[in-house]
């Protein structure tokens, strides 16, 4: 896909390298918080449980 | 005293915190000063602290403006309002406030603020460097950072430390709030300012390793002459930039900076809301109105802040994909701000209000805040950022949001907690001056600066825009904001001389000690451990620490992903795989061991490793290869060389573990397997690491 703002093959390419670096970033968030949420539920249910 | 006391601890986060809040406040005196008076000289005291070779005749050089600008926003975001929200407030009461007798890790804690000293003192120095501190404003951005003076070095090794120091605080909040509570608080139970804490706690512990990240790039950058920000063709002063491979990318720096630049906000707001609604409640005699709703905005919170950073860049031209992605999350944010401000404003409904001084000060942050949130959100629309990004409009909404918002909110909270620490109480009459003069003087110093803003004069001009037609008419209102800038300056006298008159008075607090900490005496849990000795302790902060080191690994290979993909031509794989390293470090995991010949074993492979590497690299310098070659070798030397260093810190922890740290395995048994366990997890995490560099760079 052509850069949207300059329209030139390079912008194009330094668009893409954006788009899959932000995507490693929140992909690796996404996993780093999914097992922390996962920890959170865990303990919310223990906590339930001894209360 | 103990040095590792959780209220030791938060007692020096507090007062050094405070401390770089003067030193950021004299900073922004000196630049209200130069936005006044552009121009003309300076009284011949100020000229001689600020030094002849930033005032040549007393009248301030831009340079020397730059440097205020820098340090004035890096000193009151890293190392004043973010210690005093998250270390010393954490640090201090949520302990208390969920029975917990001590942080669970209480040495790294008492070294998180050790550090984050260090790295306040070494960013403060920079001023008396050749050239002077930081000079390319709070974000630092490239290329124009890369290619300042070595104050520059000074700021990134500051910011690398505080992330360190901040990780190691974050662990112990997370881990004491998981595994500390006493018995009958569970996680429905805890006071909203402990769910505060934890969520700024897990903000702090995943966005700061992109900053940590970024700024190894800068380092390398401007130390090992590599091109992580520098584009090819770049020109300075009119000449093209020499010695430097090229092909690097500033907008790299931009996504890894509001990484964690952006949670940064809620690493300060979070805090000032947990304060603000113990004040409140206490105040009001109501309990908090929808706790669940707020906790349930909070958490919301705190994901959604994780992804909303690229709102600060729609004017870089990163397109539509992206520009549309973050304009809905911006928007979508503002959903949970609205919920937990409403919420606060709801529990004063059929309250019996007392307007006392942290009163006062917590009333006065909802609409301070709301202010600051409701600016903001033209600033989320990409089409209205086009005029208004880099205005004053922005510094003014922002400043809304940390001076009067969460500063307000830290003060609330001092008045608030301060008979509770000390046994003694403010008076009343200087808490009231101190409030109402600091309320009128910071909108009469920020709301002018929405409607410069609107006016169309940017931010960070060394002369306030004395050079543009269109910035004339505003400059009057420059000269009445410096002057409310001094009587704020003024009114904090009586919040001084209340804090030293303090000790002079011996009567106990008033109702302000009866909510919140439970009446709890400031020495009755010291000295003493947590409930849980041994594994879920630790097996929890390793977890946490790895998650932390995940993320800045993450950020390392998103910068390599960002180059890559976004280079025309990238040139071929290293060649050979690496045998003998990749044997010798999954060597040391497997080898790693609870005996003591298995961890002598695993040290000495895991130092083979780094010998190995030092070896390697030594060999690639001397055939000229060197990490500024190419963008290829300088992701290979930079990637490889912080898995080296936490190699080396993994074998050295080993070797110690090995050697004076094995009289544990005979004296707590169950406390060594839990270490021995959580350092098998980091080493199977270094494994895979070098996995990933390998398949990135060998094939």
Known sequence: MACPICNSPEGAAINDGMRAGAAILILALTVVAGMIVRYGVTLWRQDQRDA | MRWTDHKTVGLQYGITALFFLLVGFLLMILMRWQLAWPGQPMPAWITFFVGESNAPGGIMLPEFYNQLVAMHGSVMVFLAVVPLAAGAFANYFVPLQIGAPEMAFPRLNALS???YLAAGLIMVASFFVEGGAARSGWTSYAPLAVI????????LIGIFLIGVSSALNAINVIVTIAHGRAAGITLAKMPFFVWSQLITALLLLLAFPA???????????RVAGTSFFLPSGLMVGGVPLQGVAGGGNPLLWQHLFWFLGHPEVYVLILPAMGIVSEVITAN???PLWGYGLMVSAVLFMGGMSMVVWAHHMFLTGMGTTLTGFFQVTTFIISIPSVILISSLVLTLWGGSITFNTPMLFALAFLPMFGIGGLTGLP??????????????????HFHYLVAPGTVFALFAGIYYWFPTITGRSLDEMLGKIHFWGSFVCMNLIFMPMFAIGLMGVNRRLWDAGASYAHAQPTLQWQTHMTYAAFALGLFQIPFVVNLLLARTRREPGTGNREAGTGKREPEANSGSHLPDPGSRRAKLGIWLFIASEVMLFASLFSGYVMLRAGAASWPGPVGGFPWLETVLLVGASAAFGAKRSQLVVSNTLGLTFVIMKVLNDAALLGNGILPSTNLMWACWFTLTGVHAAHVLGGAVFTGWLAGPGFSMAADDRERWLARIDATRKYWLFVDLVWLLIVASFYF
């Open chain 2, 113 to 115: 603020y050790w550090l």
């Open chain 2, 148 to 155: 300042e003076t070595t104050g520059q070095n000074f700021w």
């Open chain 2, 211 to 221: 900053l940590q990240a970024a700024a190894i790039f800068q380092l390398m950058d």
């Open chain 2, 284 to 286: 009001a005699r109501r």
């Open chain 2, 379 to 396: 600033l989320g629309l990409a089409a209205s950022d086009v005029t208004l990004h880099d205005t004053y409009y922005v510094v003014g």
